[in-house]
């Protein structure tokens, strides 16, 4: 069994930051892209970063330039920070691993989510 556990989340004014951390457990063997995405009220899943296994990074087009991922292999943690936070930046965010378990077959893990509210 995989879980996904994020933590962050929270309350921020409209400029300010936020650190956002997910981390994997349990039987894994090896984990390849790490990822977080959002979903705002009334709107689609949306790409917010990714990043390899080797540090390759792909972000969407609305936190290019204010969002950084990075990720710590050892630990199976990705982390998403967060600058000039904006309202519209309100959601759900999700992290998103593709984990290859012990014994198994490569396969994409979700996380429950946790809310970001930022404030104008």
């Known amino acids: 069994q995989v879980q996904l556990v994020e933590s962050g989340g929270g309350l921020v004014q409209a400029g300010g930051s936020l650190r956002l951390s997910c981390a994997a457990s349990?039987?894994?063997?090896?984990?390849?892209?790490m990822g977080w995405y959002r979903q705002a009220p009334g709107k689609q899943r949306e790409l917010v970063a990714t990043?390899?296994?080797?540090?390759?990074?792909n972000y969407g087009d609305s936190v290019k330039g204010r969002i950084t991922i990075s990720r710590d292999n050892a630990k199976n943690t990705v982390y998403l920070q967060m600058n000039s936070l904006k309202p519209e930046d309100t959601a759900v965010y999700y992290c998103?691993?593709?984990?290859?378990?012990?014994?198994?077959?490569?396969?994409?893990?979700w996380g429950e989510g946790t809310l970001v509210t930022v404030s104008s």
């Open positions: 349990g039987s894994i063997f090896s984990i390849n892209v």
């Open positions: 998103n691993a593709e984990v290859t378990p012990r014994g198994g077959y490569r396969m994409a893990y």
């Open positions: 990043i390899s296994k080797g540090d390759n990074t």
